[in-house]
């Protein structure tokens, strides 16, 4: 637990694949690593990926700008740069948001 919430970790998501489906931590290591794996060619390469009713992952480009230290107040240029972006889908906003 940090700070009230749980956070799954990628050994938590291998032992519930394990657990749930019946098959080897092994091989429920090696599936989760190739989704991890294809996952983040897809963002690199731009093309990006849409898991229907979860989300969709991408890359979103940043402009060059101005950014401050905040400890020193002193102006610094930062470099456009791409990122990666999630987008949640519709179930899963209407799922996070029910009471």
Do not use: W
Request: glycine share 10%; charged share 30%.
């Amino acid at each position: 637990m940090c700070g009230g919430l749980f956070l799954m970790k990628k050994t938590d998501l291998i032992e519930s694949i394990s657990n749930t489906c019946n098959v080897s931590r092994t091989a429920a290591k090696r599936s989760v690593e190739v989704i991890i794996d294809e996952l983040s060619k897809a963002i690199i390469s731009g093309d990006g990926v849409e898991i229907r009713g979860f989300g969709g992952f991408s890359r979103k480009h940043r402009k060059s700008r101005v950014g401050i230290n905040p400890k020193t107040s002193e102006k610094t240029a930062v470099a456009e740069k791409y990122v990666p972006f999630f987008k949640p889908g519709k179930q899963l906003r209407e799922s996070v948001n029910k009471d």
